[in-house]
């Protein structure tokens, strides 16, 4: 007994050295060998005694399995005899295991099979009492797997033994053994569970601060995983995005019935960047211009300016300070270059416009010394029913033109026609002429038309004769009134 006892210790500690395993496995075959206490129902008046024994099993599942128990009892009667006696066990029993994938399984047992009892033969007052007999078998345990292979086995069976006997001469109907036993388990074949495999990937694998990144993991033949740190227990398959504020080692851990695997990433965190320097002021535009770029001395000018990235502007000559954006007018008495000056964080900016101021023509009435007398003699004259200007009266035109020119003040373009047709009609036909006249001035020197006045008398005022087709001819004509050229001393 003690062998035994030392024996199975020394096994047990080499199997423990081992990679653990728990679990049944389906289509396994196990054989159990054990040991422990045989106590007998106190009718029968036989000693408890160690009891040894080995059961033959078969899983079909890693739930129900079938065992086959044989075991053995040698004992005494209690003061009758001293003779030892045999006690054979043996039954059948059906098991289901609880927890079948768990390093500690609990199991239940039910069956039935028989008990026979040898006696000496001198015994012969016994034997009608001690046979061979049935048994009801029920009991439960617990195995505990030190490999995937072996594990310990703590077993306790009650055996109820039929009795059809009488025992002190009274009627038992049954008998209660009991069988408390230790033993070990080992398992043959069947499929053994595939080992636990998984993989951990990270996208991307470094990342700035305050950045996430993802996780990716995967598993076969587990049945639970768990990520570290700080993130527990997940699926067997799985994403998530995770943002570590360090350099960070990832761990999947994943458990299944043969055993445990693990995967690792690592996820660099970089500081942020420095913000970039900020950009140099942008440096100030400006534009000025002048409208109209040239006048008469008196005459308004319209300057227009505008400006970007500028704080300030100063107008120059004799203005000082404006807005970076506007307008204004001003009567320059000498041609001028005027200059925009604008300043911003990014520098400063001139811009500059230029304005001609030419002297005004001398004033109306023109009054001319003798040295300066300066007289302009118009005539021109028509033919019939017409109100075009001939080519040979063209000098006599221009002459006015560059007159006006010289001097602009105003003057009256006079026209006059003979007295052939009635008088409304050659009213008409003079004031075409005296505005022909004019439109020639207008077109060619480019005379204001508000300086030049035109009026038609008709026939009202011949200068001729219209008796004679010559002073008719006379009469047909266009006269310039020069009211306001005087000579000096009149």
Not at 216 to 222: A, D, E, R, Y
Not at 355 to 377: D, K
Not at 414 to 430: P, V
């Amino acid at each position: 007994m003690r062998n035994f006892i030392a024996c199975m210790l020394v096994m047990l500690f080499v199997v423990t050295a081992g990679t653990v395993y728990a679990g049944e496995r389906e289509g396994a075959f196990t054989v159990s060998p054990f040991m422990g206490g045989y106590t007998f129902d106190g009718v029968e008046r036989l000693e408890t005694r160690p009891v040894l024994g080995l059961r033959l099993g078969y899983d079909f599942t890693k739930n129900f399995a079938l065992e086959a128990t044989f075991n053995y009892v040698n004992t005494h009667f209690n003061s009758i005899v001293s003779d030892s006696v045999d006690v054979y066990n043996y039954r059948l029993e059906g098991i289901y295991n609880f927890m079948p994938e768990s390093k500690l399984v609990p199991y239940l047992a039910i069956g039935g099979g028989g008990q026979t009892i040898n006696l000496p033969t001198e015994n012969i007052s016994f034997r009608k009492i001690h046979n061979t007999q049935p048994t009801a078998n029920a009991g439960a345990g617990i195995k505990w797997f030190l490999t995937e292979d072996i594990a310990v086995r703590a077993d306790y069976h009650q055996n109820f033994v039929f009795n059809t006997n009488d025992v002190n001469n009274k009627r038992q109907d049954y008998l209660a053994n009991y069988e408390y036993t230790l033993g070990l388990q080992f398992l043959f074949g069947g499929r053994k569970p595939l080992p636990p495999t998984s993989s951990l990937s990270v996208m991307p694998g470094s990342i700035t601060k305050g950045q996430s990144t993802t996780l990716n993991w995967t598993s076969q033949n587990v049945t639970s995983c768990d990520m570290a740190p700080d993130v527990g227990s997940v699926q067997q398959q799985g994403s998530m995005s995770v943002s570590p504020i360090a350099d960070t080692v990832y761990t999947l851990t994943c458990s299944g019935a043969a055993g445990t695997t693990t995967s690792e990433v690592n996820v660099a965190v970089s500081a942020p960047p420095s913000p970039p320097p900020p950009p140099p002021p942008a440096m100030p535009t400006s534009s000025l211009s002048a409208v109209p770029a040239s006048v008469t001395q008196g005459d308004a000018v319209t300057l227009s300016w505008s400006s970007q990235n500028a704080d300030n502007c100063d107008l120059q000559p004799a203005i000082g300070q404006v807005k970076p954006q506007g307008s204004m007018s001003v009567k320059p008495s000498a041609s001028a270059l005027y200059t925009l000056t604008c300043n911003g964080p990014g520098g400063s900016t001139t811009s500059t416009a230029n304005v001609a101021v030419t002297a005004p023509p001398p004033s109306c009435p023109v009054v001319l010394t003798p040295e300066q007398e300066e007289t302009v003699n118009l005539l021109i004259e028509f033919d019939f029913n017409k109100a075009v200007i001939k080519p040979q009266f063209y000098p006599n035109v221009n002459a006015l033109g560059d007159f006006l020119k010289k001097y602009p003040c105003e003057v009256t373009v006079e026209g006059h026609t003979d007295n052939i047709g009635s008088a409304k009609y050659n009213m008409k036909l003079s004031q075409r002429r005296a505005d022909a006249v004019k439109q020639y001035l207008v077109d060619k020197f480019g005379i204001d038309p508000s300086m030049i006045k035109t009026v038609g008398y008709g026939e009202a005022r011949p200068v001729d004769t219209n008796k004679t087709p010559e002073g008719r001819y006379h009469n047909r004509r266009v006269q310039v009134h020069h009211g306001v050229v005087k000579k000096a001393g009149k």
